[in-house]
């Protein structure tokens, strides 16, 4: 298994600000992955982030609204830029260990007003 | 597009029965199966992952593969109110890829 560590777990921000939410795993991985969780829905897969290169975002999602670092093996940020209140949900961080599961960060719940 | 279906519910139980909870997926090839337990306001906590087609039991949880039907189910049995929360099918086609389904909202009623 892996442990993720994730903050903060909560804010509330004003429109138009930036969040940055940090992941810290207990272990080296290759890719950590982002997701959001808008209420009472599932899983959206934002981006891949890759040491050592660009991270890999998913269609609707851009670099500019959501960049990302990933500056070692195991530490990743990801940012919310120039928020509005569509941006108000839950976002996970995700690793993939060499067990093949995936394991998650305790979340992020995020309010913008 | 890869896509994994499961009933939004709510599925209510009475405690002690047990629950039953689908899930199907249409991408051929994949490989790797896994049920997430969601409580509100938490992360999706990891509790099946099954591989081969079969049951593969742990506990209280059976977790059921038909690749030939694309269809994975979860079995909670003896049903405890402390099992009421989402659960998320999950599917894996290659790599570290996951797709996850909208969730099946379990009540577990005392």
């Known amino acids: 298994s892996a442990v993720i560590s994730q903050k903060p777990s909560r804010d509330i921000c004003q429109r138009g600000t930036s969040l940055t939410i940090q992941c810290q795993v207990d272990s080296q991985v290759t890719m950590m992955f982002w997701y959001r969780q808008q209420p009472g829905q599932s899983l959206t897969l934002i981006a891949t982030a890759n040491q050592g290169s660009e991270a890999t975002y998913e269609s609707g999602f851009v670099i500019d609204k959501f960049p990302i670092s990933r500056p070692n093996l195991t530490f990743s940020t990801l940012t919310v830029s120039n928020m509005s209140p569509e941006d108000s949900s839950i976002y996970l961080c995700?690793?993939?260990?060499?067990?093949?599961?995936?394991?998650f960060g305790q979340g992020t719940r995020l309010t913008v007003v | 597009q890869k896509e994994v279906e499961q009933n939004s519910g709510p599925l209510s139980v009475p405690e002690g029965a047990i629950a039953s909870l689908n899930c199907t997926y249409s991408d051929r090839v994949s490989q790797s199966f896994f049920w997430y337990r969601q409580y509100s306001g938490k992360s999706p906590e990891l509790i099946m992952s099954?591989?081969?087609?079969g049951d593969k039991e742990d506990g209280r949880f059976t977790a059921q593969l038909n690749k030939a039907s694309q269809y994975v189910s979860l079995l909670i049995r003896d049903s405890q109110p402390s099992d009421s929360a989402t659960y998320l099918c999950?599917?894996?086609?290659?790599?570290?890829?996951?797709?996850f389904g909208p969730g099946t909202r379990l009540s577990v009623l005392p």
């Open positions: 099954i591989y081969s087609n």
């Open positions: 999950a599917v894996n086609t290659h790599g570290q890829n996951f797709v």
């Open positions: 995700s690793v993939v260990p060499g067990t093949g599961k995936a394991f």
